[in-house]
């Protein structure tokens, strides 16, 4: 069952909120900065034995001083017109997501608009991906929740579900 809602993702009781990361995964502004903010310095110093990430894998971390138990941290991609394998990045970020959150016994995930704010992402087609990815994977788990931070993603993200479903 996919959700939709428009929230601030730190404030989420699931067991792992999904990070839009860079690949040094030592934190930045949008999201992972709210992440890193909410959780605490630990979540640092933490991310720093990872020794980063690559664009389209994820990493996994405790959630430390938020209500999640874990972040997964993704590194989306970098708009740069389509053509540098954009859309087969973004798909990765979200399939390895769950992946990583599968192997972990996670039940219930939620994740932001991956790319779609810093690194430049359309929306329509970022949406048409996550929608896609969400489906293939809502059965193996309690609760797939799309955390948007406006009321009009949020209605993106319903438009494009209902066409897809
Ligand atoms: N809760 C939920 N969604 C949020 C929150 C929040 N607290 N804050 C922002 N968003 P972005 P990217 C939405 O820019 O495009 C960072 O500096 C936001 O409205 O956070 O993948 C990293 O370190 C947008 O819809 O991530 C990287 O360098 C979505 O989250 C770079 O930005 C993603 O926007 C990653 O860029």
Known sequence: ????????????????????????????????????????????????TLKGCRTGEARISPGFELPARYVIHSVGPVWKGGDHYEPALLKACYQNSFEIALYNDVRSIAFPAISTGVYGYPKQPATEIAITCMLA????FDRVITCCFSETDAGLYREVLAAQR
Not at 27 to 45: E, F, N, S, T
Not at 137 to 140: G, P, T, V
């Open 1 to 48: 069952m996919i959700e939709i809602i428009t929230a601030d993702i730190t404030t989420l009781e699931v067991d792992a909120v999904v990070n839009a990361a860079n690949r040094s995964l030592l934190g930045g502004g949008g999201v992972d900065g709210a992440i890193h903010r909410a959780a605490g310095p630990l979540l640092k110093d933490y991310c720093r």
């Open 137 to 140: 994977y809502e059965d193996r």
